[in-house]
């Protein structure tokens, strides 16, 4: 089960824990399936918060049932599936 914050995320980016967000919700087979691809590619340590979107009425508006989203800020990177080549390419480009 993935561990999710119980707040949503601080309104300004430089406050929050990590650069990237992950976006699920609890018991969600493709939310766990990302983070493990995540972890598998970037290493167990990479930096990730994990924001439960049923913790706040505007992220459930906002998502839905469209989980889990990965997020960098205000860039979308992956949505449903991780897309290692597509995460790569990104942060090889922000580096």
Request: glycine residues 2%.
């Amino acid at each position: 089960m993935l561990r999710a914050s119980a707040v949503s995320p601080p309104s300004r980016a430089d406050e929050r824990l990590s650069r990237y967000v992950l976006y699920s919700r609890r018991d969600c087979r493709l939310c766990e399936e990302m983070l493990a691809a995540l972890r598998a590619q970037m290493g167990t340590d990479f930096p990730v918060e994990i924001v439960d979107v049923d913790s706040d009425p505007a992220l459930t508006a906002r998502y839905g049932e469209h989980v889990p989203v990965l997020m960098d800020r205000d860039t979308e990177l992956c949505r449903y599936h991780f897309d290692s080549a597509k995460f790569a390419a990104y942060a090889d480009k922000i580096r």
